[in-house]
Protein backbone atom coordinates (compact mmCIF):
# COMPACT_ATOMS: atom_id res chain seq x y z
CA UNK A 1 0.00 0.00 0.00
CA UNK A 2 1.65 3.40 -1.02
CA UNK A 3 2.44 6.09 1.79
CA UNK A 4 0.37 9.32 1.06
CA UNK A 5 2.02 12.09 1.13
CA UNK A 6 1.75 15.62 0.22
CA UNK A 7 2.19 17.11 -2.86
CA UNK A 8 5.72 19.37 -3.15
CA UNK A 9 3.65 22.10 -5.28
CA UNK A 10 1.95 25.13 -3.45
CA UNK A 11 -1.61 24.72 -2.66
CA UNK A 12 -2.06 28.79 -2.96
CA UNK A 13 -5.64 28.25 -4.02
CA UNK A 14 -6.35 27.80 -0.52
CA UNK A 15 -5.62 31.16 0.40
CA UNK A 16 -7.62 32.21 -2.72
CA UNK A 17 -10.39 30.68 -0.85
CA UNK A 18 -9.77 32.19 1.81
CA UNK A 19 -10.38 35.47 0.19
CA UNK A 20 -13.46 34.63 -1.41
CA UNK A 21 -14.80 33.55 2.23
CA UNK A 22 -14.20 36.99 3.52
CA UNK A 23 -15.92 38.91 0.07
CA UNK A 24 -19.31 36.09 1.21
CA UNK A 25 -18.58 37.85 4.39
CA UNK A 26 -18.40 41.28 2.96
CA UNK A 27 -22.03 40.85 1.24
CA UNK A 28 -24.06 39.76 3.99
CA UNK A 29 -22.36 41.82 5.90
CA UNK A 30 -25.34 44.58 5.69
CA UNK A 31 -27.84 41.84 6.62
CA UNK A 32 -26.77 41.50 9.81
CA UNK A 33 -27.60 45.61 10.89
CA UNK A 34 -30.57 44.10 12.07
CA UNK A 35 -28.89 42.49 14.97
CA UNK A 36 -27.38 44.97 16.91
CA UNK A 37 -25.10 43.20 18.74
CA UNK A 38 -24.04 40.91 15.68
CA UNK A 39 -23.10 43.77 13.96
CA UNK A 40 -20.80 45.30 16.70
CA UNK A 41 -18.63 42.01 17.43
CA UNK A 42 -18.24 41.39 13.42
CA UNK A 43 -17.47 45.36 12.86
CA UNK A 44 -14.66 44.83 15.76
CA UNK A 45 -13.72 41.59 14.40
CA UNK A 46 -13.03 43.43 11.02
CA UNK A 47 -10.85 45.98 12.56
CA UNK A 48 -8.63 43.51 14.33
CA UNK A 49 -8.42 41.38 11.21
CA UNK A 50 -5.55 43.81 9.80
CA UNK A 51 -3.73 43.84 12.76
CA UNK A 52 -3.60 40.05 13.26
CA UNK A 53 -2.47 39.93 9.49
CA UNK A 54 0.25 42.13 9.84
CA UNK A 55 1.80 40.58 13.24
CA UNK A 56 1.57 37.26 10.98
CA UNK A 57 3.11 37.87 7.81
CA UNK A 58 5.73 40.48 9.94
CA UNK A 59 6.43 37.06 12.36
CA UNK A 60 7.07 34.54 9.44
CA UNK A 61 9.06 37.73 7.51
CA UNK A 62 11.37 37.57 10.86
CA UNK A 63 11.34 33.77 11.22
CA UNK A 64 12.19 33.44 7.46
CA UNK A 65 14.94 35.85 8.25
CA UNK A 66 13.66 37.76 5.07
CA UNK A 67 13.92 41.76 5.52
CA UNK A 68 12.52 42.10 2.44
CA UNK A 69 9.21 40.26 3.43
CA UNK A 70 9.04 42.67 6.74
CA UNK A 71 9.45 45.86 4.95
CA UNK A 72 6.87 44.91 2.18
CA UNK A 73 4.42 44.08 5.60
CA UNK A 74 5.40 47.33 6.98
CA UNK A 75 4.35 49.09 3.58
CA UNK A 76 1.02 47.39 2.98
CA UNK A 77 0.12 48.31 6.62
CA UNK A 78 0.64 52.08 5.78
CA UNK A 79 -1.17 51.85 2.78
CA UNK A 80 -4.35 50.30 5.12
CA UNK A 81 -3.86 53.12 7.46
CA UNK A 82 -4.01 55.35 4.40
CA UNK A 83 -7.60 53.71 3.41
CA UNK A 84 -8.75 54.09 6.84
CA UNK A 85 -7.83 57.91 7.15
CA UNK A 86 -9.76 58.51 3.75
CA UNK A 87 -12.75 56.70 5.40
CA UNK A 88 -12.75 58.35 8.91
CA UNK A 89 -13.23 61.73 6.68
CA UNK A 90 -9.38 63.17 7.49
CA UNK A 91 -8.43 62.61 4.06
CA UNK A 92 -12.06 63.08 2.39
CA UNK A 93 -11.82 62.55 -1.31
CA UNK A 94 -14.76 64.81 -2.29
CA UNK A 95 -12.82 67.66 -0.39
CA UNK A 96 -12.88 70.41 -2.93
CA UNK A 97 -9.90 72.17 -1.53
CA UNK A 98 -7.79 69.35 -1.99
CA UNK A 99 -6.27 67.82 -5.46
CA UNK A 100 -7.28 64.58 -6.12
CA UNK A 101 -4.13 63.68 -8.17
CA UNK A 102 -1.81 63.94 -5.38
CA UNK A 103 -3.98 62.23 -3.03
CA UNK A 104 -4.14 59.50 -5.55
CA UNK A 105 -0.82 59.54 -5.95
CA UNK A 106 0.04 59.75 -2.16
CA UNK A 107 -2.41 56.43 -1.67
CA UNK A 108 -1.04 54.69 -4.64
CA UNK A 109 2.79 54.91 -3.89
CA UNK A 110 2.67 52.72 -0.91
CA UNK A 111 0.58 50.03 -2.46
CA UNK A 112 2.23 49.89 -5.75
CA UNK A 113 5.72 49.81 -4.01
CA UNK A 114 4.92 46.57 -2.15
CA UNK A 115 3.07 45.02 -4.73
CA UNK A 116 5.95 45.49 -6.77
CA UNK A 117 8.45 44.36 -4.33
CA UNK A 118 6.56 40.83 -3.24
CA UNK A 119 8.14 39.07 -5.96
CA UNK A 120 11.80 37.28 -4.59
CA UNK A 121 13.34 38.70 -8.16
CA UNK A 122 12.81 41.27 -7.39
CA UNK A 123 15.34 43.80 -6.51
CA UNK A 124 15.46 47.70 -4.70
CA UNK A 125 17.83 49.15 -7.47
CA UNK A 126 16.65 47.76 -10.63
CA UNK A 127 14.60 49.35 -13.94
CA UNK A 128 12.20 46.14 -14.05
CA UNK A 129 11.15 47.27 -10.26
CA UNK A 130 10.84 51.05 -11.52
CA UNK A 131 8.66 49.47 -14.42
CA UNK A 132 6.36 47.08 -12.40
CA UNK A 133 5.85 50.30 -9.63
CA UNK A 134 4.67 52.67 -12.91
CA UNK A 135 2.84 50.22 -14.52
CA UNK A 136 0.87 49.44 -10.75
CA UNK A 137 0.79 52.99 -10.24
CA UNK A 138 -1.28 53.61 -12.79
CA UNK A 139 -4.49 53.06 -12.13
CA UNK A 140 -4.07 55.55 -9.22
CA UNK A 141 -2.94 58.39 -11.21
CA UNK A 142 -5.48 57.91 -14.12
CA UNK A 143 -8.28 57.45 -11.50
CA UNK A 144 -7.03 61.24 -9.87
CA UNK A 145 -6.76 62.98 -13.16
CA UNK A 146 -10.23 61.47 -14.03
CA UNK A 147 -11.86 62.94 -10.95
CA UNK A 148 -9.68 66.11 -10.67
CA UNK A 149 -10.31 67.67 -14.50
CA UNK A 150 -14.18 66.01 -14.52
CA UNK A 151 -14.25 64.97 -17.97
CA UNK A 152 -17.94 65.57 -19.93
CA UNK A 153 -18.67 61.59 -20.10
CA UNK A 154 -17.38 61.47 -16.65
CA UNK A 155 -19.75 64.37 -15.75
CA UNK A 156 -22.75 62.47 -17.23
CA UNK A 157 -22.16 59.65 -15.37
CA UNK A 158 -21.99 61.30 -12.22
CA UNK A 159 -25.60 62.21 -12.97
CA UNK A 160 -26.85 58.70 -13.68
CA UNK A 161 -29.62 57.94 -11.12
CA UNK A 162 -28.37 55.31 -8.38
CA UNK A 163 -24.90 55.68 -8.81
CA UNK A 164 -23.88 55.01 -5.37
CA UNK A 165 -25.40 51.81 -5.55
CA UNK A 166 -23.91 50.73 -8.64
CA UNK A 167 -20.50 52.23 -6.84
CA UNK A 168 -21.10 49.04 -4.00
CA UNK A 169 -21.28 46.58 -6.24
CA UNK A 170 -18.37 47.87 -8.37
CA UNK A 171 -15.72 46.49 -5.39
CA UNK A 172 -17.69 43.08 -5.58
CA UNK A 173 -17.19 42.60 -9.46
CA UNK A 174 -13.89 43.62 -9.41
CA UNK A 175 -13.21 41.32 -7.27
CA UNK A 176 -14.16 38.53 -9.36
CA UNK A 177 -12.19 39.86 -12.43
CA UNK A 178 -9.12 40.57 -9.99
CA UNK A 179 -9.24 36.37 -9.10
CA UNK A 180 -9.18 35.81 -12.38
CA UNK A 181 -5.96 37.96 -13.36
CA UNK A 182 -4.42 36.67 -10.04
CA UNK A 183 -4.68 32.90 -11.61
CA UNK A 184 -2.85 34.63 -14.65
CA UNK A 185 0.78 33.02 -13.71
CA UNK A 186 -0.74 29.54 -14.08
CA UNK A 187 -1.73 29.91 -17.21
CA UNK A 188 1.19 32.89 -19.03
CA UNK A 189 4.78 30.98 -18.90
CA UNK A 190 6.33 34.34 -19.24
CA UNK A 191 6.82 35.42 -15.36
CA UNK A 192 7.65 38.86 -16.53
CA UNK A 193 4.14 39.40 -18.57
CA UNK A 194 2.56 37.77 -15.89
CA UNK A 195 3.25 39.89 -12.98
CA UNK A 196 2.20 43.01 -15.00
CA UNK A 197 -0.78 41.51 -15.54
CA UNK A 198 -1.39 40.66 -12.01
CA UNK A 199 -0.01 43.73 -10.52
CA UNK A 200 -2.31 46.12 -12.84
CA UNK A 201 -5.34 44.32 -12.05
CA UNK A 202 -4.92 44.25 -8.23
CA UNK A 203 -3.69 48.01 -8.62
CA UNK A 204 -7.44 48.66 -10.50
CA UNK A 205 -8.68 46.88 -7.66
CA UNK A 206 -7.56 48.79 -4.65
CA UNK A 207 -8.03 51.91 -6.52
CA UNK A 208 -11.69 50.76 -7.00
CA UNK A 209 -12.10 50.29 -3.46
CA UNK A 210 -10.37 53.35 -2.02
CA UNK A 211 -12.40 55.17 -4.56
CA UNK A 212 -15.63 53.74 -4.08
CA UNK A 213 -15.08 55.04 0.09
CA UNK A 214 -14.84 58.37 -0.62
CA UNK A 215 -17.62 58.60 -3.26
CA UNK A 216 -20.45 56.80 -1.24
CA UNK A 217 -21.97 57.58 2.12
CA UNK A 218 -21.10 55.09 5.18
CA UNK A 219 -23.90 54.30 7.46
CA UNK A 220 -23.66 50.33 7.82
CA UNK A 221 -20.16 50.07 7.95
CA UNK A 222 -19.49 49.09 4.70
CA UNK A 223 -15.98 51.05 4.38
CA UNK A 224 -14.39 49.50 6.93
CA UNK A 225 -15.78 45.75 5.16
CA UNK A 226 -13.89 46.96 2.05
CA UNK A 227 -10.76 48.18 3.73
CA UNK A 228 -10.16 45.12 5.32
CA UNK A 229 -11.22 43.31 2.32
CA UNK A 230 -8.43 45.07 0.31
CA UNK A 231 -6.06 44.81 2.84
CA UNK A 232 -6.62 40.95 3.07
CA UNK A 233 -5.94 40.98 -1.06
CA UNK A 234 -2.70 42.47 -0.32
CA UNK A 235 -2.13 40.05 2.52
CA UNK A 236 -3.03 37.08 0.04
CA UNK A 237 -0.06 38.37 -2.43
CA UNK A 238 2.32 38.91 -0.17
CA UNK A 239 1.64 35.16 1.57
CA UNK A 240 1.56 33.37 -1.66
CA UNK A 241 5.22 34.61 -2.47
CA UNK A 242 5.93 33.33 0.79
CA UNK A 243 4.66 30.09 0.29
CA UNK A 244 6.29 30.02 -2.93
CA UNK A 245 10.29 31.01 -1.95
CA UNK A 246 9.35 28.46 1.41
CA UNK A 247 8.48 25.76 -0.99
CA UNK A 248 11.75 27.01 -3.39
CA UNK A 249 14.24 26.62 -0.48
CA UNK A 250 12.77 23.17 1.01
CA UNK A 251 12.31 21.40 -2.33
CA UNK A 252 14.67 23.03 -4.69
CA UNK A 253 18.65 22.52 -5.01
CA UNK A 254 20.28 25.99 -4.09
CA UNK A 255 23.28 25.00 -6.18
CA UNK A 256 21.73 24.28 -9.23
CA UNK A 257 18.32 25.88 -9.07
CA UNK A 258 16.60 22.29 -9.63
CA UNK A 259 14.01 19.91 -7.90
CA UNK A 260 16.54 18.37 -4.92
CA UNK A 261 16.29 15.00 -3.62
CA UNK A 262 12.78 15.60 -1.27
CA UNK A 263 11.22 16.51 -3.97
CA UNK A 264 12.04 13.36 -5.58
CA UNK A 265 11.27 11.24 -2.55
CA UNK A 266 7.69 13.03 -2.40
CA UNK A 267 7.28 12.57 -6.50
CA UNK A 268 8.27 9.02 -6.15
CA UNK A 269 5.09 7.85 -3.94
CA UNK A 270 2.99 9.37 -6.59
CA UNK A 271 4.35 6.90 -9.89
CA UNK A 272 1.89 4.45 -10.58
CA UNK A 273 1.67 2.46 -13.76
CA UNK A 274 4.99 1.92 -16.18
CA UNK A 275 8.31 3.94 -15.25
CA UNK A 276 11.43 3.62 -15.72
CA UNK A 277 14.32 5.73 -13.17
CA UNK A 278 17.87 7.21 -14.16
CA UNK A 279 20.95 7.20 -11.94
CA UNK A 280 23.39 9.59 -13.27
CA UNK A 281 26.73 10.54 -12.34
CA UNK A 282 29.59 13.08 -13.61
CA UNK A 283 32.67 10.95 -14.52
CA UNK A 284 35.91 11.69 -12.93
CA UNK A 285 33.91 14.54 -10.25
CA UNK A 286 36.90 14.34 -7.58
CA UNK A 287 39.61 14.54 -9.77
CA UNK A 288 38.42 17.39 -11.22
CA UNK A 289 37.48 18.76 -7.94
CA UNK A 290 41.20 18.02 -7.34
CA UNK A 291 42.56 19.60 -10.56
CA UNK A 292 40.53 22.70 -10.91
CA UNK A 293 38.78 23.43 -7.17
CA UNK A 294 35.53 23.06 -5.75
CA UNK A 295 34.09 26.35 -7.97
CA UNK A 296 35.22 25.18 -11.19
CA UNK A 297 33.20 21.76 -9.57
CA UNK A 298 29.99 23.79 -9.13
CA UNK A 299 29.62 25.42 -12.13
CA UNK A 300 30.37 22.06 -13.77
CA UNK A 301 27.23 20.80 -11.92
CA UNK A 302 25.49 23.83 -13.11
CA UNK A 303 26.36 23.22 -16.36
CA UNK A 304 25.02 19.23 -16.44
CA UNK A 305 21.96 20.13 -14.42
CA UNK A 306 21.38 23.07 -17.17
CA UNK A 307 21.88 20.33 -19.83
CA UNK A 308 19.79 17.59 -18.30
CA UNK A 309 16.86 19.98 -17.77
CA UNK A 310 16.66 20.92 -21.66
CA UNK A 311 16.39 17.26 -22.46
CA UNK A 312 12.80 17.38 -21.50
CA UNK A 313 13.21 14.83 -18.82
CA UNK A 314 12.43 15.24 -14.99
CA UNK A 315 15.90 15.62 -13.39
CA UNK A 316 17.01 15.95 -9.71
CA UNK A 317 20.03 16.17 -7.95
CA UNK A 318 20.24 13.66 -6.03
CA UNK A 319 23.26 14.41 -4.25
CA UNK A 320 26.54 15.32 -4.73
CA UNK A 321 27.94 14.68 -8.40
CA UNK A 322 24.64 12.48 -8.81
CA UNK A 323 21.26 13.13 -10.54
CA UNK A 324 18.56 11.05 -10.78
CA UNK A 325 15.86 11.19 -14.00
CA UNK A 326 12.32 9.42 -13.94
CA UNK A 327 10.44 8.76 -17.27
CA UNK A 328 6.98 7.76 -16.41
CA UNK A 329 5.09 5.84 -18.75
CA UNK A 330 7.85 4.09 -20.66
CA UNK A 331 9.72 1.27 -19.45
CA UNK A 332 13.49 0.12 -19.75
CA UNK A 333 13.70 -0.35 -23.29
CA UNK A 334 11.46 2.36 -24.18
CA UNK A 335 13.06 5.09 -21.97
CA UNK A 336 16.98 3.87 -23.27
CA UNK A 337 17.02 6.39 -26.10
CA UNK A 338 16.11 9.69 -23.61
CA UNK A 339 18.81 8.56 -21.58
CA UNK A 340 21.21 8.27 -24.52
CA UNK A 341 20.38 11.49 -25.90
CA UNK A 342 21.19 13.04 -22.10
CA UNK A 343 24.32 11.30 -21.78
CA UNK A 344 24.91 12.87 -25.44
CA UNK A 345 23.91 16.56 -24.78
CA UNK A 346 25.95 16.86 -21.96
CA UNK A 347 29.17 15.00 -24.03
CA UNK A 348 28.61 17.23 -26.41
CA UNK A 349 28.20 21.01 -24.23
CA UNK A 350 31.42 22.66 -24.24
CA UNK A 351 33.07 23.72 -20.98
CA UNK A 352 35.17 26.90 -20.11
CA UNK A 353 36.72 27.16 -17.09
CA UNK A 354 35.92 30.81 -15.54
CA UNK A 355 39.53 32.26 -15.53
CA UNK A 356 40.05 31.25 -19.10
CA UNK A 357 39.55 33.23 -22.03
CA UNK A 358 36.86 33.65 -23.65
CA UNK A 359 35.90 31.81 -27.07
CA UNK A 360 36.75 33.50 -29.90
CA UNK A 361 33.40 34.17 -31.01
CA UNK A 362 33.13 37.37 -28.08
CA UNK A 363 33.95 40.58 -29.04
CA UNK A 364 37.88 41.27 -29.57
CA UNK A 365 37.48 44.52 -27.15
CA UNK A 366 36.01 42.65 -24.43
CA UNK A 367 38.42 39.54 -24.92
CA UNK A 368 41.47 41.63 -24.07
CA UNK A 369 39.75 43.45 -21.11
CA UNK A 370 39.35 39.99 -19.50
CA UNK A 371 43.22 39.00 -20.36
CA UNK A 372 44.23 42.23 -19.05
CA UNK A 373 42.43 41.45 -15.59
CA UNK A 374 43.26 37.80 -15.85
CA UNK A 375 47.30 38.89 -16.00
CA UNK A 376 46.26 41.52 -13.14
CA UNK A 377 44.73 39.01 -11.06
CA UNK A 378 45.23 35.36 -11.23
CA UNK A 379 43.45 32.91 -9.94
CA UNK A 380 44.63 29.63 -8.43
CA UNK A 381 47.58 27.74 -9.11
CA UNK A 382 45.64 24.79 -9.59
CA UNK A 383 43.54 25.83 -12.20
CA UNK A 384 45.47 25.96 -15.67
CA UNK A 385 44.14 29.14 -18.28
CA UNK A 386 43.06 27.19 -21.30
CA UNK A 387 41.14 28.37 -24.46
CA UNK A 388 40.49 25.01 -25.33
CA UNK A 389 36.80 23.54 -23.73
CA UNK A 390 36.93 20.70 -21.22
CA UNK A 391 34.71 17.84 -21.96
CA UNK A 392 32.28 16.76 -18.97
CA UNK A 393 30.84 13.15 -19.36
CA UNK A 394 27.91 11.31 -17.74
CA UNK A 395 27.68 7.80 -16.63
CA UNK A 396 23.63 6.39 -16.80
CA UNK A 397 22.27 3.33 -14.69
CA UNK A 398 18.55 2.39 -15.86
CA UNK A 399 15.79 0.33 -14.59
CA UNK A 400 12.54 0.03 -14.31
CA UNK A 401 10.02 -2.32 -11.64
CA UNK A 402 10.17 -5.89 -12.95
CA UNK A 403 7.58 -7.12 -10.06
CA UNK A 404 4.28 -4.76 -9.27
CA UNK A 405 5.29 -5.11 -5.54
CA UNK A 406 8.66 -3.84 -6.25
CA UNK A 407 8.85 0.03 -5.06
CA UNK A 408 10.23 2.95 -6.95
CA UNK A 409 13.20 3.39 -3.83
CA UNK A 410 13.97 -0.40 -5.00
CA UNK A 411 14.51 0.50 -8.58
CA UNK A 412 16.59 3.24 -7.86
CA UNK A 413 18.39 0.76 -5.52
CA UNK A 414 18.81 -1.24 -9.38
CA UNK A 415 19.48 1.60 -11.63
CA UNK A 416 22.45 2.92 -8.90
CA UNK A 417 23.92 -0.70 -9.15
CA UNK A 418 24.06 -0.26 -12.72
CA UNK A 419 25.63 2.71 -12.41
CA UNK A 420 28.50 1.98 -10.68
CA UNK A 421 28.68 -1.43 -13.45
CA UNK A 422 28.59 1.60 -15.95
CA UNK A 423 31.76 3.07 -14.31
CA UNK A 424 33.47 -0.43 -14.12
CA UNK A 425 32.85 -0.62 -17.61
CA UNK A 426 34.91 2.52 -18.66
CA UNK A 427 32.32 5.60 -18.06
CA UNK A 428 30.29 7.57 -20.56
CA UNK A 429 27.54 5.49 -21.16
CA UNK A 430 24.46 3.87 -20.28
CA UNK A 431 23.83 0.43 -18.85
CA UNK A 432 20.34 -1.48 -18.70
CA UNK A 433 19.35 -4.37 -17.75
CA UNK A 434 18.25 -5.79 -21.08
CA UNK A 435 18.12 -4.58 -24.19
CA UNK A 436 17.39 -5.80 -27.65
CA UNK A 437 18.65 -3.03 -29.55
CA UNK A 438 23.00 -1.74 -29.04
CA UNK A 439 24.25 0.94 -29.82
CA UNK A 440 28.56 1.82 -30.46
CA UNK A 441 29.04 4.34 -27.92
CA UNK A 442 26.72 2.34 -25.08
CA UNK A 443 27.42 -0.88 -23.34
CA UNK A 444 24.46 -2.86 -22.11
CA UNK A 445 24.16 -5.31 -19.27
CA UNK A 446 21.84 -7.99 -19.22
CA UNK A 447 21.27 -9.76 -16.47
Known amino acids: MKKKVMTSQPHIYQLYGAAVLILIIVLIYPQLNEYIFISQG??????MIPYMSFILVAWLGLKLNQ???LFTAILMFASYLTLQHIHSGELNLKDPEATMFIKAIALG???SGFIAM???ETRLKSWRTLGRALTILSPWVLMGLLLEYQPSWLSVLLTVPDLDIAWMKVPQLTFLTFMIFLSTPFFIK??????????????VFCSLLAFNAGLTTDNSGDKLAHTTLSFVMGAIVLLESMVRLNWQRVYLDELTGIPNR??????LYTLEGEYSIAMMDIDRFKKFNDSYGHDEGDNALRLVAKTLERSGARVYRYGGE???????GVDCEDSFMFANKMRRLVEAQDFYLRSSVPPVSR??????MVERKIKKEPGPELVTESRDPLTITISIGLSSPTEESMSPFDVIKVSDGLLYEAKRRGRNCVVIPEATDQDESVQVLVI
Do not use: M, N
Open 363 to 368: PIKWRR
Open 118 to 120: VQR
Open 67 to 69: TRI
Open 190 to 203: DKKISFYVVGFSVS
Open 42 to 47: FTHFLA
Open 109 to 111: LPI
Open 262 to 267: RALDEY
Open 322 to 328: EFCAVFE
